[in-house]
């Protein structure tokens, strides 16, 4: 994916995006994680019904503005998770499977590297994923990030694979192979959005039910 070289008739900021992921491709997809990551929290938020972050109430009118976006802490969190983790990692796994994979063709090469991404590469990213999700929603023990990682990697895992071949077929079939790297990182981020929000909803829920058995004060 990393050999990609941008194709006649694109549109400029397309083809501009394809010239730097040829030229520099983790700089490219780790700025590109970043960016995504960042506006799927918000997305994600305003999705789940989340409050908006609580800011005091002498602070500047624009910092006023940008909770009520949606934009807080949690968000440039998730940008240098994608920067720092989840770019190069996945960088890093697609590579070996394409390294594995170089110079084989045909159905039994495309169905080998399709389940070798399902069952290798894909548990690798949801855990790391999930790990880190724990964390930057506050989780500070091992304890409470094993919790996570056992409560939702089974969900997510069985809908990665029920979508994650789907558009992989999709890609192999359709479109020209400079573009799968835009195409995958596309689906990741309404996916990774779709999940996002799904823990969101779980962790609303959770703190609704606590304040219910809370004993009520007279």
Same mark, same amino acid.
């Given at each position: 994916? +990393? $050999?990609? %070289?941008?194709?006649?008739?694109?549109?400029?900021?397309?083809?501009?995006?394809?010239?730097?992921?040829?030229?520099?491709? !983790?700089?490219?997809?780790?700025?590109?994680?970043?960016?995504?990551?960042?506006?799927?929290?918000?997305?994600?938020?305003?999705?789940?019904?989340?409050?908006?972050?609580?800011?005091?109430?002498?602070?500047?009118?624009? @910092?006023?503005?940008?909770?009520?976006?949606? @934009?807080?802490?949690?968000?440039? /969190?998730?940008?240098?998770?994608?920067? =720092?983790?989840?770019?190069?990692? $996945?960088?890093?796994?697609?590579?070996?499977?394409?390294? @594995?994979?170089?110079?084989?063709?045909? !159905?039994?090469?495309? %169905?080998?590297?399709?389940?070798?991404?399902?069952? @290798?590469?894909?548990?690798?990213?949801?855990?790391?994923? =999930? $790990?880190?999700?724990? %964390?930057?929603?506050?989780?500070?023990?091992?304890?409470?990030?094993?919790?996570?990682? *056992?409560?939702?990697?089974?969900?997510?895992?069985?809908?990665?694979?029920?979508? +994650?071949? %789907?558009?992989?077929?999709?890609?192999?079939?359709? =479109?020209?192979?400079?573009?799968?790297?835009?195409?995958?990182?596309?689906?990741?981020?309404?996916?990774?959005?779709?999940?996002?929000? *799904?823990?969101?909803?779980?962790?609303?829920?959770?703190?609704?039910? /606590? *304040?219910?058995?809370?004993? *009520?004060?007279?």
């Amino acid at each position: 994916m +990393s $050999s990609a %070289v941008a194709p006649r008739k694109l549109n400029p900021l397309l083809a501009a995006y394809l010239r730097n992921l040829s030229a520099h491709p !983790l700089r490219t997809k780790a700025l590109t994680t970043a960016a995504l990551q960042f506006f799927q929290e918000i997305l994600a938020s305003h999705l789940a019904g989340a409050p908006p972050p609580r800011v005091a109430r002498d602070a500047p009118f624009l @910092v006023h503005l940008l909770a009520r976006a949606q @934009v807080s802490s949690k968000a440039f /969190k998730m940008a240098a998770y994608g920067f =720092l983790i989840s770019a190069p990692m $996945s960088h890093t796994l697609v590579n070996a499977l394409q390294r @594995v994979f170089a110079g084989k063709s045909g !159905l039994g090469a495309r %169905v080998g590297m399709l389940l070798a991404s399902q069952l @290798v590469v894909a548990p690798i990213q949801i855990f790391a994923f =999930l $790990s880190c999700m724990a %964390v930057i929603n506050g989780a500070n023990s091992l304890d409470a990030i094993t919790k996570t990682v *056992k409560a939702g990697f089974g969900k997510v895992i069985r809908i990665t694979w029920m979508t +994650s071949p %789907v558009y992989t077929v999709f890609a192999q079939q359709f =479109l020209p192979t400079e573009l799968w790297v835009p195409f995958f990182t596309f689906m990741q981020f309404l996916t990774g959005t779709y999940f996002n929000t *799904k823990i969101k909803k779980m962790q609303l829920a959770a703190e609704a039910a /606590k *304040k219910e058995k809370e004993p *009520k004060k007279d």
